[in-house]
Each structure stands twice: as C-alpha cells, then as structure tokens.
C-alpha cells in the first residue's frame, strides 16, 4: 500500500488517546444536524479510531483538540474533502415496522431509508405470504435489530423524526458543548446486557447483530478509500464488552445488504426483488394519482419483456399522455463484497428504447386525439451494486 495514506499520519496523532473515548466521540460528531454535509470525513476518522488498538486506555481527547482534527489536514485534505457533497436527505426520518414507527437515520447511503422501508413493504404487505417461511423470519431479525438501535439512539439523543439538517457554514465540523457531547456519545455506546434485553423484548436472534459487528483495532486503515472500508459493512465496533455504534448512518444501507445477501443464500432473490419493485409501483401510482393523473389503459400489444419491471399510461392533460416504466435491479450479478456500488444496467437500454417505440406506435394508434406523449424510465436499485 502507498505510504502517504492520508490516514496513516491521523492514526499516528490519535495513538496517545483512550480508543473507547475515541469510538464514541465520532460517533456522537454524527449525530449532530449541523454535521450533515461533513459525514464523509468522520466516516474517515471512525475507520481510523477503529484501527486502533482495541481496549487501549488513554487521555480523553479534548474539545479543542477533535474540532482541530476535524478541521484540518490530514483529516480534512482535499482528497476527503472534496467528496462531501450537500446533504440532499431528512437528517432523521421513521420507518414503519412491526410493533410501531421507528426513527432512523437515513446517512449519505443513496434512498437507504426508501429502499428499506419498500423491502419492508414487500416482504409483509404483499397480497400473499412469501414462500420461505425461514428466510422471512431471518429478515424480521435483521430488520428489527437495526430499527430498534437506530431509534433508541435518536431517544437518548433527543432527535425526534424528520429533523432537518442544518449544515454550517464554510463546512466545518461543529463539536457541541460538553454537556450536549456526554450525552450524544451515552447515545451511541450500548453494554451487552443492554442489546440483549432489547432483541429479546421483541423476539430477535442474539446472534443477528454479528453481522453488523467488528472488533476494534481490526480495521486495517490502508484499506480504506470513498465508499470502501470495513466499517461500511460493520457499523459496530466491540471494545471492552461495549458497544459503540460508530456509523449510525449506515445502519439502514448494511441492514439492506445483509437482507440481500440472505436472499441469495436462500434462493428468493428473484421473489425479493419482485416484491420490491410491486411495492415500488404502488408508490408510483398513488403519487401520480395525487398529483391528478389518471391511469388508463395501454393498448394491447406486446408483453412487457424486461425482467422485474412495472409499466403504466397515465393521463395528465386532455392531449398529453405519460408513459412510466419501472427498472429495477435484478441483483444477477450482486456483489456481496461491497455495500454501496453501482448497477450496470446498459443491457436493458435496448429493450427500453424498443418499449418505448412499441407502446408509442400503438398509443398513436388507438388516442387519435393525443398531441404529445411524455416517456419516463425509473431505473431503481442502482445504488445496491
């Protein structure tokens, strides 16, 4: 590996502090709205704490001294730097689920609350049950345990749903008074007992949150670049029987891999997705239709080709008619490596230009009266590869 990683020289500075201190410290930076637009860089620095030494007592970092890391080189070089873009989500949002609504943060993983929250649609509100009774059971552990530490968080934080970010000026990173500090880190840290006895209240393996976890200090800092790393898909890190979770943003984005990856274990990934992209049409459709736009009939032609899509006309003018196709991501070629990539989807490109010249041909055809015809392709699960 390079020796001029940028993290490298930050890890030397961080050595003399306590790692436990440390791990809570970034993570409570997260919980701040006023951070919003600077999470790539403590999502860099929570690599490097959990690279350090695991149970390493030490100093606790001062106030002054984490706002200057935060701020300045190596941390905030312009290779971390510059990938920050302006937080374009709510800094907190809620899912439905069983057993109530729970408050999540969505973080900078693209729609991970929209995607959750429709997998979640799909898999229990689905005009039948899904085939694999197994499978179904493994994914309500899976999903739960992530919605119950998110919102239990967002309680001892004080952070109630669809609280908005508040990005600073000049995009620096904000390090709240002493008081606000102690309490946003209690937040983020969880005992053992504590996770077991709130999984075991809703009925949850114990042994599901694994698949969220890593020990600290074994994070291997070189590794790390944009949108890869160890704690991408394990946002909580051990250190002295503590939990800390130091990646709150992720939780929904690993939570939907981890169901992923199950998927393909079990063999339904083909339903998975199916279901998924039902529940995205319905959401389709009852949007449209908010905004005034009737549904009518395509005329009768070919059948729709392309593998896990959804197709509707809709009115929304006496002469103009809006033709939607729904893509969504067949998962073929998923990589269970990577938690955030990108979905190749140029080989449906044809198959869509040649639907859309189908459906325009016999539109024209039958809705004499039709003046403009509007083509819209949703291409959705792009983020997942």
């Known amino acids: 590996m390079k020796t001029d990683h940028p993290l490298i020289e930050l890890r030397k500075l961080l050595l003399g502090y306590d790692t436990h201190d440390l791990l809570q410290a970034v993570s409570a930076l997260q919980l701040i ?3 919003a637009d600077c999470l790539i860089r403590l999502e860099a620095l929570a690599h490097t704490v959990a690279s350090l030494p695991a149970g390493k007592m030490g100093k606790p970092i001062s106030h002054s001294k984490l706002r200057h890391l935060c701020n300045n080189e190596p941390l905030a070089c312009n290779s971390i730097v510059s990938q920050e873009d302006p937080f374009d989500d709510m800094f907190t949002t809620a899912i439905p689920f069983h057993g109530g609504s729970y408050t999540v943060f969505p973080g900078i993983a ?17 005009q039948k049950p899904f085939s694999d009774k197994q499978f179904l059971g493994k994914a309500y552990d899976i999903i ?5 530490l998110s919102d239990e968080i967002a309680r001892r934080a004080g952070l109630g749903r669809r609280v908005t970010p508040e990005p600073a000026s000049r995009r620096k990173v904000t390090v709240p008074n002493a008081n606000r500090m102690n309490c946003l880190k209690a937040a983020v840290c969880f005992e053992r007992r504590e996770i077991e006895l709130m999984l075991r209240s809703r009925g949850v393996e114990r042994h599901t949150l694994g698949e969220f976890v890593v020990e600290a200090g074994s994070v291997v800092i070189e590794d790390y670049r944009i949108n890869e790393g160890s704690l991408l898909q394990h946002p909580i890190v051990v250190d002295r029987d503590r939990m800390v979770i130091v990646l709150p943003g992720m939780l929904l984005a690993v939570a939907r891999h981890v169901l992923i990856k199950l998927a393909r274990v079990h063999n339904v990934v083909d339903e998975l997705v199916e279901r998924y992209t039902v529940a995205l049409w319905h959401t389709i459709g009852l949007s449209l239709q908010h905004l005034g736009n009737v549904p009518i009939s395509i005329p009768e032609g070919n059948p729709l080709e392309i593998r896990h899509a959804k197709e509707g006309l809709f009115r929304f003018d006496t002469d103009k008619l809006a033709y939607i196709l729904l893509v969504t991501d067949t998962l073929d070629n998923y990589d269970d490596t990577a938690v955030c990539g990108d979905w190749n989807c140029t080989d449906c490109g044809v198959q869509i230009v040649r639907r859309f010249r189908d459906v325009e041909d016999r539109v024209f055809k039958t809705h004499g009266h039709t003046n403009e015809m509007l083509f819209i392709v949703l291409l959705l699960f792009e983020t997942l590869m």
């Open 33 to 35: 709205p006023e951070n």
């Open 110 to 126: 693209t729609a991970s609350e929209f995607i959750l929250s429709h997998l979640c649609r799909g898999l229990w509100w689905y």
């Open 144 to 148: 739960m345990v992530i919605l119950l």
